[in-house]
């Protein structure tokens, strides 16, 4: 995995802080922003065997540059390391082959970057880094009112904006972006019935479902912040992408008609985060040892456990306003109040609408509510002592301390309770030739444990002007922007950087120029 600090690694460092002899992450906290829904193979109707016997080629690209300058200058922000501020030029390239009922698509990225020595890579060396990515790559065939779809494929589960709750087929990729990660394509058979023009129902099977991409080493990472409490030799992964009890299913029963889409789905998931697994809880005994007399744990396994998500969405229009609704909730294996080894069940939801104004509808607005609630959620900071023998602690009390010090915070949930906004604000000028727009979000936290230290909330802030001198040639200027605050008793309001999910992106806070050109050419016979 890579190495750079992200909204995972902000609440590892709170987590960490209780090994350190203290007391206690981008949609959905790790993921404001899901990709937004979209037509997409999985979606797709079966519009796509009405042309039987046609032939059509379709080849496209999109290439762009980009230049992120950090949005000061100081020790963690006044450079471009890490893959967010990193130059780079992108190269997508697709081909989709349509022929009668049958479509074969196939899309890559190429892209090139500069490679910078930095402090945390003292061994990497000046000059370029040149990537190939596979992105979606599948057939599918559709015969009379059904649609088979095998490959590599991005799907796109919801109706809301970028934050979808039921959206979790694919992995996400959160090295660039806290706000809009991109989903990584996953290897899995689909298959769509259409038994009436208003009604479809789908069935997804994924024999192996990777993890999401992080730019850290979740072990490392561990056995760094726990100042020898937890040596790098006990920890361990044991996540593996290839084994077949990873696997994921799901099916979704989609409604379409004049007034409002409904849909309600079932997904037998993977967590996407990491649980840790502790096994050999012993007392340390050395008295050099500076971790004597506690209760130590010989090995910790980070796992991703299984979890059963359900959820639904519901759309419509009044006038000009769209309205929406989708939620999902996320059943774990927790077994009640006292099981501190897995995470508890969550709920989490968008309420949104959207509307264009102004003369011509060129301007367009977009708001949404947005939370998660987790129900028994554990918002007490657990005690040192639980693992300390001059305070009667056990193993028992010590697999307690560590579960509840780690479970919660690796899965990025800090509260019980996440309530917050998104806005989407855009206006056309000069017939779409200049278009400024902003975007942000705002996260404000209930239910954690305040003793100590007030959280005031975060902030992801993106204002962006696009110029499309001609057709499919964009330049955006814009920045990325991210914030939280914080209090501790008796102290000032300070920048969180380390337990927020959204705040631990502020060093990678930049002003960036974007250069965008895409192209597409059809042959048909």
């Given at each position: 995995m890579k190495t750079?600090?992200?909204?995972?690694?902000?609440?590892?460092?709170?987590?960490?802080?209780?090994?350190?002899?203290?007391?206690?992450?981008g949609s959905n906290s790790a993921?404001?922003?899901?990709?937004?829904?979209?037509?997409?193979?999985?979606?797709?109707?079966?519009?796509?065997?009405s042309a039987a016997g046609a032939f059509k080629l379709t080849l496209s690209g999109e290439h762009g540059f980009a230049y992120h300058a950090p949005a000061y200058f100081s020790d963690d922000n006044g450079d471009y390391s890490g893959d967010i501020k990193s130059p780079k030029f992108t190269n997508d390239f697709g081909a989709e082959v349509q022929d009668g009922k049958v479509k074969f698509v196939s899309h890559w990225e190429f892209d090139v970057s500069p490679l910078y020595a930095n402090a945390q890579d003292p061994n990497a060396n000046w000059g370029e880094s040149a990537?190939?990515?596979?992105?979606?790559?599948?057939?599918?065939?559709?015969?009379?009112?059904?649609?088979?779809?095998?490959?590599?494929?991005?799907?796109?589960w919801g109706v809301a904006d970028k934050r979808n709750p039921t959206d979790n087929l694919n992995p996400r990729d959160y090295t660039t972006s806290a706000i809009d990660p991109e989903k990584i394509p996953v290897l899995a058979a689909d298959a769509i019935w259409y038994p009436s023009d208003a009604v479809s129902l789908e069935g997804v099977f994924i024999p192996s479902k990777s993890a999401s991409?992080?730019?850290?080493?979740?072990?490392?990472?561990?056995?760094?912040?726990?100042?020898?409490?937890?040596?790098?030799?006990?920890?361990?992964?044991a996540d593996d992408s290839a084994d077949p009890a990873n696997f994921v299913a799901g099916a979704k029963l989609n409604y379409k008609s004049s007034a409002f889409d409904l849909s309600l789905d079932y997904?037998?998931?993977?967590?996407?985060?990491?649980?840790?697994?502790?096994?050999?809880?012993?007392?340390?005994?050395?008295?050099?040892?500076?971790?004597?007399?506690?209760?130590?744990p010989a090995s910790?396994?980070?796992?991703?456990?299984?979890?059963?998500?359900?959820g639904g969405d519901a759309k419509t229009t009044i006038g000009k306003f769209g309205l929406w609704l989708e939620a999902a909730y996320s059943l774990t294996d927790n077994s009640g109040s006292d099981d501190w080894s897995?995470?508890?069940?969550?709920?989490?939801?968008?309420?949104?609408?959207?509307?264009?104004?102004?003369?011509?509808?060129?301007?367009?607005?977009?708001?949404?509510?947005?939370?998660?609630?987790?129900?028994?959620?554990?918002?007490?900071?657990?005690?040192?002592?639980?693992?300390?023998?001059?305070?009667g602690a056990t193993a028992s009390s010590a697999r307690e301390f560590y579960e509840r010090s780690m479970v919660n915070l690796l899965g990025l949930e800090t509260e019980g309770l996440l309530q917050g906004v998104t806005c989407n604000v855009k206006y056309e000028i000069a017939d779409a030739l200049v278009t400024p727009q902003i975007t942000a979000a705002f996260l404000k936290p209930f239910d954690y444990d305040d003793s100590g230290v007030t959280r005031y909330g975060s902030l992801a802030l993106n204002p962006e002007i696009d110029i499309k001198p001609v057709d499919s040639f964009h330049i955006l200027l814009g920045a990325d922007l991210y914030y939280a605050w914080y209090k501790e008793d008796g102290g000032s309001v300070k920048l969180d950087t380390e337990s927020d999910a959204v705040g631990s992106y502020t060093p990678s806070n930049n002003v960036y120029l974007k250069v965008v050109y895409k192209w597409n050419a059809d042959i048909k016979k």
């Open positions: 750079k600090k992200l909204i995972v690694a902000s609440a590892l460092l709170a987590a960490l802080a209780a090994f350190a002899y203290a007391e206690d992450s993921d404001l922003f899901a990709d937004a829904a979209a037509d997409v193979s999985a979606d797709s109707t079966a519009a796509d065997s990537s190939i990515t596979p992105l979606e790559n599948y057939v599918s065939w559709s015969p009379a009112n059904l649609k088979f779809s095998a490959g590599y494929q991005i799907f796109s991409q992080y730019p850290l080493d979740f072990a490392q990472t561990v056995a760094a912040k726990s100042k020898g409490l937890i040596p790098s030799k006990a920890l361990s992964y997904l037998y998931d993977i967590d996407q985060y990491f649980t840790p697994e502790f096994t050999g809880i012993a007392l340390d005994a050395t008295p050099t040892s500076p971790a004597y007399g506690l209760y130590l910790v396994s980070l796992e991703r456990k299984r979890v059963q998500r359900i897995t995470r508890k069940s969550k709920f989490d939801y968008t309420l949104g609408t959207d509307v264009n104004f102004g003369p011509n509808d060129v301007g367009y607005v977009n708001l949404q509510y947005i939370g998660t609630w987790i129900p028994d959620y554990d918002s007490d900071s657990p005690s040192m002592a639980m693992i300390a023998s001059s305070y």
